[in-house]
C-alpha cells in the first residue's frame, strides 16, 4: 500500500531535467553483466559434462526449453518496442529503454543458441528427428517428413537461423537502439525530430518482418520438435506467451531498477498500471489463442493433429496441461481484472512472478513431453520424473546469458530516453482518466 | 481562455412567495468550473452538482465525488451469466431427466461425450457478455436514476447550454447547509457569468 | 443558425490537412473550433430542412433495393432454397458468404469504439459514431441469410432454447448454435453500447429542438440527461466496462463465425488460424466499409473540420495492417498445407490458386494483400480519391474471401465424382444486391436524423477541455 502511495504522489509528474537527476544510470550494477556472461559458460559447461550419460539428449531439450523461453521474452520486447514507435506512442517513452536494451541484446540470443545449432548440424544427438530422417523416423511417417525435407534440413535451418539473429540485431540493435541511444545528447532541434520519425517509419516494416521471422523461429525450434504435427497458429500462440513474459519482466524490472533508487520518480504507478493491463489483456489473448487451437484440433480429432494434445493430457503431463488452463488463463484472469491490483506493484510484482513460472511452465509443456515420445520412456513417475536437473542448470546458465547480454547493452548508456523528443509528455502521463 | 481577466457576473434576484428549488450558476470554460467547484465542495456542501457538456477530467476529484462501483454489479451478472450458460448446457444437453419433469435432450454427435465442456465454452463466454453488458447499461441507469424526466435544473431557460457549450454548478434548496443569502454570497464570489434563482 | 442552414451542408466545411508527422501532433480537430462550433456542425445536419441531394438519390436507391431483398425473399420462401445455385456438393453458397461478410463489416464499429477506446486512441472520436451504426446495421443485414437459409424460415424459433412439444432443445455441441448465440449477444452489445453512447447527443438534440415532434422524440431517448458530473461518473465507468466487454465480443464473434468452418475436416476449412485471421479481415473489410461511407458523408455534410484527413491516414494505416495480417495467414495456409503433408490438404490449396475459382482466389489476394500494399505512401493515405478506390476494392476482395473460403473447398471435396461447378442464380444476385439496400436504407436514415458524430467525445479531446491547459493550448492549436 505505502509503493502505492508514494507514487501516486508523484502521478503529476516531473520535467526532463528532474529525470536526468533521478539516476538513470546502471552505474554500479553494469559491473554483472560481463560476470553474468561468464557464470553462463562456466554453468553450461557444468550441465552438459554432467549430462553425459544419454548423449546429452535430455539435455538438449532442457536447453532448447530455456532457450525459447529467454527468447521470447527479448522478442516480445523488440515487438513492443516497434509496435510503440508505429503508434507514434508518447506514454511509454520513459519505459522504452529496457525494452530497448532487451531489443538491442536479442541479438547475442543467436549466440546462446548456438550451442543447439551445432547439435543440428552435426546430427549425432537424437532430438529434431528431421535431421537424420533415414534412421530416426520409421515407418509410414518417414515418407511424410521426407516431402517436408525441403524445407526441414540442417543447412537451410542454418540458413534462418541466420536470417533470423541478422534481422534481429537490424532492428533490435541498430535501428531501435542506436537510434535511441543517439537522441540521448542530442541539441533538441529537427535533426533530433528526424531521428524519431525515421525510428517510426522503419518500425513498420520492421514489425512486419519480425513478426514473420519469430513466427519461423517458432516453427522451427519447437514445432519441428514433431515433424509429423502441425498448427497454422503455433506462430501466434508463441507471440502471446512472448508478450506475457515480456510484460511481466518489465514489471519486475523496473521493481528491482526502483528499489535500488533508479528511476524512483520517473516511472509512476501509472506505468505499472499500463503494464499491468498489457499483461491481462495478453493472458485473455494467449487463453484465446490456446483455447482456439486446442479446441479445433480436439472438435475435428484428426489423429496428426491430436497426437501433439494426446501426449500432453494423458498419463504423468494431465496435471501440467490443467494447470495450462488454470494458472496459465482462469487465475490470472481474475487477478489481473481488478485494478486495484494492477496500481499495487507489490502485487502486481507477486502476478508477474506467477506468469513468468507459469510462462516457462508452458515452455516446458510445448517442448518436454516430445522427449518422452521420442525415447519411449514412460516416466511413470508423475511430472516429477519428467523432470530433470538440466532443466533447473539450463534456467540458470540461459538466464545467465540472457541478463548478461542485456547489463553489457545497457553498460553506461542512460536506462531511460533522456534526449527523446517526446520525453516531456511522456513524463505527465496519468491514465486513470484520460 | 480568459482566466485572468475578470468576470462580471449577472445576478438574479429571488422573487416572493416563490418556493425556491435552488441556484444555478453558469460559467464558460472547465477551468472557472473547476476552481468553483473545490470552492463548493469545501463549503461542505452536499446536494450540489457540476453540469457539463463532456465529462472534465479532474472534476470528480475538484467535487470530492466518490468513484464508481458499477463493476461490482457488472462482475456479478457476468458470473451469473457464465453459470447460466454452463448450466443450460449441461441441462439440455448433457443429461436426461426422468419421471414428469422437462427432459434434457442427448445428442450422439461426432463420437464426443454427451457433456463435452470445450464445445460449451462459446456459448458460456457469449452469455458472460451478454449478461455483463446489460449489467453495464442498466447498472449505469439504475445508479444514475434515469431516465428522470423531472428535475429542478430544468426549470432554467438557460440550462439549455449544458448540452453545448456551457458548464453549470446547481445547488438544491433541500441541502441542508443552503441558505438563501449566504449560498448565494458564497456563489457570487466565484468566476461564473451567470448566476440564476431557480423557482417553482 | 439560420445563416448557415440556407447554405447547402456540403458547402460549410473546408479542407486543411492535419497530417504532418510531427512531434507534437497536430490538431485532430481542424480549423480552430470551439465547443459551439461542434454542436453546431454536427447538429445542423440533422436540423437543416433538406438533405444534399445525392442523399435523396442514394436513398430512393437504397429503398428500392431494400423493396427488391423484400420480393427475393417473399420468393424464396414461398418456393424453397431450389431458387438459389446450391447444389451438392455446394449446399452453402451465397447465403453463406453474404453472412461473412456483413458480419465481417459489423466489426469495425465495436473496434473503433472499444479497442481503440481502450487503447487511448483519440482519433476515434470522430468516427465512431458512424462506424456503431454501420455495425448494427450491417449485423441486420447478416442475420437476414441464415434465417432463410434455414429453410423453413417460421420455425426459426427452434434455434433459441425456448421448450418446446418436441421437447427437443439446441445441439450446443454445434458452431452453428454458437453462432446463434454469438450474433445475438453481439447485437444487442452494440445496440447497448451505440445507444448509450449517443445518449448526451440526444439531449444536444432535445435541447436544440424546435418543433414539438423534435422535443419529445429526442427527450424521450435522451432520457432526461442533464449533463451532471454525479452521473458523469457512473457513465463513463460503465462505458468503459461496455468498452472492455466488447473487445473480446468482437474477437469471439467471428472467431464464433471462424468456427462454423474450422471445426469441420474439411480441407481448406479445418486449419488453427482461422479464429484470429477471420477477425483481422473482419477488422480489415469493416474499416474499408467505414472509409468508404465517411469520405462521401463528410464532404455532403460538411464534417470536413471533424473527420479530418488525419482520421483518414489513421484508418488507412489500420486498413495495411490488418491486410497484412490477413496476407500472413493466407501464407500460414499455404505454408501448412505444404508443411503438414496431408494430400487432401495440399490439394485444396493447389485448387484454389490453380483451379475452376483460381479467378476468384486471385481476385482476393490481389485487392486484400496487393492493393492495399498502396498505403505504405502516405500521398495515398491522404488522397480522398485512392483511398476510396482502394476501400471498394477491398470490400471485393473481402467478398471474394468468403467465396473462395466457401465454395471452392466444398465444390471439389473427398470424392471427385460428385465434385461440380457453382453458379449463383439471378435470385442469389438479386438477395446480394437487397442486402446492400436494408443496410443503406437505414444507414442513410441515421445520417439524417441522428448525432452522425459523438458531439460530447469531440468534444473532450479538444484542448480547452482540460482544466489548466485552456487558454495555451487552445492558443496552440490555433497557431
Redesign the interface.
Same mark, same amino acid.
Given at each position: 500500500m505505502e509503493a502505492t502511495v508514494s507514487a501516486m504522489a508523484h502521478s503529476h509528474g516531473i520535467t526532463p531535467e528532474q529525470l536526468r537527476k533521478d539516476n538513470p544510470f546502471m552505474g554500479e550494477l553494469a559491473k554483472i553483466g560481463p560476470i553474468a556472461l561468464v557464470v553462463a559458460v562456466v554453468l553450461f559447461a557444468i550441465g552438459y559434462l554432467m549430462s553425459g550419460a544419454d548423449e546429452h539428449q535430455r539435455f538438449f531439450f532442457s536447453y532448447i526449453h530455456n532457450y525459447v523461453f529467454f527468447t521470447s521474452i527479448s522478442i516480445g520486447a523488440l515487438l513492443f518496442t516497434l509496435v510503440n514507435h508505429v503508434a507514434r506512442a508518447s506514454w511509454s517513452v520513459v519505459i522504452r529503454r529496457i525494452p530497448e536494451f532487451f531489443a538491442g541484446s536479442l541479438w547475442m540470443m543467436g549466440i546462446a543458441g548456438l550451442p543447439i545449432l551445432i547439435m543440428v548440424l552435426t546430427g549425432k544427438v537424437e532430438v529434431y528427428e528431421w535431421v537424420n530422417i533415414g534412421s530416426w523416423i520409421h515407418g509410414a511417417e518417414q515418407q511424410i517428413v521426407q516431402n517436408k525435407e525441403a524445407y526441414l534440413n540442417t543447412t537451410f535451418f542454418a540458413i534462418r537461423y541466420f536470417i533470423y539473429f541478422a534481422a534481429f540485431f537490424l532492428f533490435g540493435r541498430a535501428i531501435l537502439l542506436n537510434g535511441s541511444l543517439k537522441q540521448d545528447n542530442q541539441p533538441d532541434g529537427d535533426e533530433k525530430d528526424r531521428g524519431t520519425m525515421r525510428m517510426w517509419q522503419l518500425s513498420a516494416p520492421g514489425l512486419v518482418f519480425s513478426f514473420l521471422l519469430m513466427t519461423f523461429f517458432a516453427i522451427d525450434m519447437i514445432m519441428s520438435l514433431d515433424p509429423i504435427w502441425f498448427s497454422t497458429m503455433f506462430g501466434v500462440y508463441y507471440f502471446a506467451g512472448a508478450m506475457i513474459g515480456f510484460f511481466s519482466t518489465m514489471i519486475l524490472m523496473f521493481k528491482w531498477l526502483q528499489s535500488t533508487g533508479r528511476l524512483k520518480e520517473a516511472v509512476t504507478v501509472e506505468h505499472y498500471h499500463d503494464f499491468g493491463k498489457f499483461l491481462f489483456a495478453f493472458v485473455f489473448f494467449w487463453g484465446y489463442i490456446a483455447f482456439s487451437q486446442y479446441m479445433l484440433i480436439w472438435y475435428a480429432s484428426i489423429p496428426e493433429e491430436t497426437r501433439w494434445f494426446h501426449i500432453r493430457q494423458n498419463a504423468d503431463w494431465t496435471p501440467l496441461s490443467w494447470l495450462m488452463l488454470f494458472g496459465h488463463f482462469a487465475l490470472p484472469f481474475a487477478f489481473f481484472i481488478s485494478r486495484y491490483i494492477k496500481r499495487h506493484n507489490g502485487l502486481l510484482a507477486v502476478g508477474a512472478v506467477w506468469m513468468l513460472v507459469l510462462h516457462w511452465l508452458d515452455h516446458f509443456y510445448q517442448v518436454v513431453p516430445e522427449y518422452q515420445r521420442i525415447t519411449g520412456v514412460q516416466p511413470g513417475g508423475g511430472l516429477g520424473a519428467a523432470f530433470d536437473i538440466s532443466e533447473i542448470i539450463c534456467l540458470l546458465a540461459i538466464g545467465c546469458f540472457w541478463f548478461g547480454a542485456f547489463m553489457v547493452t545497457a553498460g553506461k548508456n542512460p536506462i531511460a530516453p533522456l534526449g527523446d523528443p517526446q520525453i516531456a509528455k511522456s513524463l505527465k502521463f496519468d491514465n486513470v482518466k484520460v | 481562455m480568459s482566466q485572468t481577466e475578470a468576470k462580471t457576473m449577472t445576478i438574479e434576484e429571488p422573487t416572493e412567495g416563490r418556493k425556491l428549488l435552488g441556484y444555478l450558476l453558469e460559467f464558460d470554460n472547465v477551468d472557472d468550473l473547476t476552481h468553483g467547484a473545490e470552492k463548493v465542495r469545501d463549503a461542505g456542501y452536499s446536494n450540489w452538482d457540476c453540469h457539463t457538456p463532456f465529462p472534465v477530467h479532474g472534476l470528480d476529484h475538484a467535487m470530492g465525488a466518490k468513484p464508481s462501483h458499477v463493476q461490482w454489479i457488472v462482475l456479478a451478472c457476468g458470473f451469473t451469466g457464465l453459470l447460466t450458460g454452463l448450466f443450460i448446457q449441461w441441462w439440455m444437453n448433457a443429461v436426461v431427466h426422468q419421471g414428469n419433469v422437462v427432459t434434457g435432450y442427448q445428442y450422439f454427435i461426432s463420437g464426443k461425450p454427451f457433456w463435452s465442456v470445450p464445445a460449451n465454452i462459446p456459448v458460456m463466454f457469449e452469455l458472460t457478455i451478454l449478461f455483463s453488458a446489460f449489467a453495464s447499461f442498466f447498472g449505469m441507469l439504475g445508479v444514475n436514476r434515469l431516465p428522470q424526466y423531472n428535475h429542478f435544473t430544468m426549470y432554467s431557460e438557460r440550462f439549455g447550454q449544458v448540452t453545448d457549450d456551457k458548464f453549470f454548478i446547481s445547488i438544491s434548496s433541500e441541502d441542508p447547509k443552503f441558505d438563501v443569502g449566504k449560498t448565494r454570497d458564497m456563489l457570487s464570489g466565484l468566476k461564473g457569468t451567470y448566476l440564476e434563482v431557480l423557482e417553482d | 443558425m439560420a445563416k448557415t442552414l440556407t447554405k447547402p451542408l456540403s458547402q460549410l466545411s473546408t479542407e486543411l490537412d492535419n497530417t504532418r508527422? !510531427? $512531434?507534437s501532433?497536430p490538431p485532430l480537430v481542424t480549423g480552430g473550433k470551439?465547443?459551439?462550433n461542434i #454542436?453546431e456542425i454536427v447538429a445542423r445536419v440533422a436540423e437543416h430542412p433538406s438533405a444534399p441531394k445525392a442523399w435523396y438519390v442514394a436513398f430512393a436507391g437504397a429503398v428500392m433495393l431494400f423493396g427488391l431483398l423484400f420480393a427475393m425473399l417473399a420468393y424464396l420462401i414461398s418456393t424453397g432454397v431450389g431458387v438459389w445455385g446450391v447444389n451438392t456438393p455446394v449446399a452453402w453458397g451465397f447465403a453463406i458468404v453474404n453472412f461473412v461478410f456483413w458480419i465481417g463489416i459489423g466489426h469495425a464499429g465495436t473496434l473503433i469504439s472499444a479497442i481503440l477506446y481502450l487503447?487511448?486512441q483519440k482519433w476515434r472520436t470522430g468516427i465512431n459514431r458512424f462506424a456503431e451504426a454501420m455495425t448494427i446495421f450491417a449485423v441486420f443485414a447478416a442475420g437476414i441469410f441464415p434465417l432463410v437459409h434455414v429453410g423453413r424460415v417460421w420455425v426459426v424459433y427452434w434455434i433459441f432454447?425456448i421448450?418446446n412439444q418436441q421437447? @427437443?432443445?439446441?445441439? %450446443?455441441?454445434?458452431?452453428l448454435?454458437?453462432d446463434v %448465440?454469438?450474433i /445475438?449477444?453481439y447485437l444487442? /452489445?452494440s445496440l @447497448?453500447?451505440w +445507444?448509450?453512447g449517443m445518449v448526451?447527443d440526444l439531449?444536444?438534440f432535445?435541447?436544440?429542438a424546435k418543433t414539438k415532434v423534435r422535443k419529445i422524440v429526442y427527450?424521450l431517448f435522451a432520457?432526461?440527461? *442533464?449533463?451532471? &458530473? *454525479?452521473?458523469? $461518473? =457512473? +457513465?463513463?465507468?460503465?462505458y468503459l466496462?461496455?468498452a472492455a @466487454?466488447?473487445t473480446?465480443?468482437v @474477437?469471439?464473434v467471428h472467431?464464433?463465425v471462424s %468456427?462454423d468452418f474450422?471445426?469441420? !475436416?474439411l480441407p481448406g476449412w =479445418? #486449419? #488453427? $488460424?482461422?479464429?484470429?485471421y477471420f477477425v483481422a479481415g473482419a477488422i480489415f473489410g469493416g474499416f474499408a466499409m467505414v472509409v468508404f461511407l465517411a469520405v462521401p458523408a463528410r464532404e455532403l455534410f460538411g464534417l470536413k473540420n471533424l473527420i479530418t484527413l488525419q482520421h483518414f491516414d489513421h484508418m488507412n494505416k489500420i486498413i495495411m495492417a490488418t491486410g497484412?495480417i490477413v496476407g +500472413?495467414?493466407y501464407a500460414?495456409?499455404f505454408f $501448412?498445407a505444404w +508443411?503438414?503433408? &496431408?494430400p487432401l490438404e495440399t490439394f485444396t490449396f493447389e485448387n484454389r490458386a490453380t483451379g475452376p475459382y483460381a479467378w476468384a482466389y486471385w481476385i482476393m489476394v490481389t485487392c486484400n494483400v496487393f492493393i492495399p500494399q498502396v498505403f505504405?505512401f502516405k500521398k495515398a493515405r491522404t488522397n480522398l480519391w485512392v483511398m476510396w478506390i482502394v476501400s471498394v476494392f477491398v470490400n471485393i476482395g473481402m467478398w471474394f474471401e468468403r467465396f473462395v473460403i466457401v465454395v471452392s473447398s466444398l465444390s471439389r471435396d473427398f470424392l471427385p465424382s460428385s465434385w461440380d461447378y457453382y453458379t449463383p442464380t439471378w435470385v442469389d444476385l438479386c438477395t446480394l444486391a437487397g442486402s446492400f439496400g436494408l443496410f443503406f436504407f437505414f444507414f442513410l436514415l441515421f445520417c439524417r436524423y441522428m448525432p452522425i458524430v459523438a458531439?460530447?467525445?469531440v468534444?473532450?479531446v479538444l484542448p480547452?477541455?482540460?482544466?489548466?491547459h485552456?487558454?495555451h493550448a487552445?492558443a496552440e492549436a490555433k497557431a
Open positions: - | - | 508527422d !510531427q $512531434i501532433q470551439t465547443f459551439g #454542436t487503447f487511448r432454447p421448450p421437447q @427437443l432443445w439446441p445441439q %450446443f455441441r454445434s458452431p448454435l454458437w %448465440f454469438a /445475438t449477444t444487442l /452489445t @447497448l453500447f +445507444y448509450m448526451p439531449a444536444t432535445r435541447d436544440r427527450g432520457l432526461g440527461w *442533464r449533463g451532471s &458530473n *454525479r452521473q458523469w $461518473i =457512473h +457513465y463513463e465507468k460503465a466496462l461496455l @466487454l466488447a473480446p465480443l @474477437l469471439s472467431s464464433v %468456427f474450422a471445426t469441420s !475436416q =479445418h #486449419t #488453427t $488460424i482461422f479464429p484470429p497484412m +500472413y495467414a500460414m495456409e $501448412i +508443411y503438414g503433408g &496431408n505504405w458531439i460530447a467525445e468534444k473532450g480547452e477541455a482540460h482544466p489548466g485552456g487558454a487552445a
